[in-house]
């Protein structure tokens, strides 16, 4: 699942409307390097299309993104400038939604601060256990596949129009800034 259904299946129709108004394309050809360690992130990025590749000093390559992912969401949370080295692979593009704006819109719109830190703290749980499945510390689900192909696994309605709702607003997002 893109990761950003995780954010935008929590927002509204003027949320969306507020992101496309404020926001702008980032383009980034292959080879260049978007987010340096210890350099301020001015924005929000939701890639559109594209590869990327996160670089940690020490291990390495850490992870590839692709279209639908969130760059910058930990530099907001805790106003540290990254750690790591973000790459494009290929060329990129990327909705830049500048953090200022961020900040400024929840005086604007509290609720909207509450469904954001709300969208972004379920993202971020989602993350980490992915993270702690990958390194062992808890253990994977294992979910069988049905002879049908599908996993077994049953999603509540709600879940299924979040989801849903979220991929309509990527398209949105997305298609406005082609």
């Known amino acids: 699942m893109r990761k950003v ?11 969306i409307q507020w992101i496309k108004d404020v926001a702008s394309l980032a383009q980034f050809p292959a080879g260049e ?31 590839t993104l692709s279209d ?6 930990m530099s907001f949370l805790d106003d540290r400038p990254p750690d790591v080295t973000v790459e494009a692979v290929s060329d990129v ?3 830049a939604i ?16 509450g469904r954001f ?3 972004l703290a379920l993202f971020l749980s989602t993350r980490l256990r992915g993270t702690q499945n990958r390194l062992a510390f808890g253990k994977a689900e294992v979910v069988e596949e049905k002879k049908d192909g599908g996993s077994g696994v049953e999603l509540d309605p709600n879940t299924l129009k979040s989801i ?15």
């Not at 500048?98 to 601060?113: G, K, R, T, V």
């Not at 709702?165 to 800034?177: K, L, S, V």
Request: aromatic share 10%; charged share 20%.
């Open 5 to 15: 259904l995780h954010i935008l299946g929590h927002f509204n129709d003027s949320d």
């Open 98 to 113: 500048p953090m200022e704006e961020i900040l400024e819109y929840f005086q604007e719109d509290p609720s909207f601060e």
């Open 117 to 119: 830190f709300r969208a």
């Open 33 to 63: 390097t978007v987010i340096r360690p210890n350099e301020k992130l001015e924005n929000l990025y939701i890639v559109t299309s594209g590869q990327l590749e996160v670089v940690h000093p020490v291990s390495g390559v850490i992870a």
């Open 93 to 95: 593009a990327m909705v």
């Open 164 to 178: 849903q709702r979220a991929g309509g607003f990527f398209d949105q997002i997305r298609n406005h800034f082609q």
């Open 68 to 73: 639908g992912e969130i760059l910058g969401e």
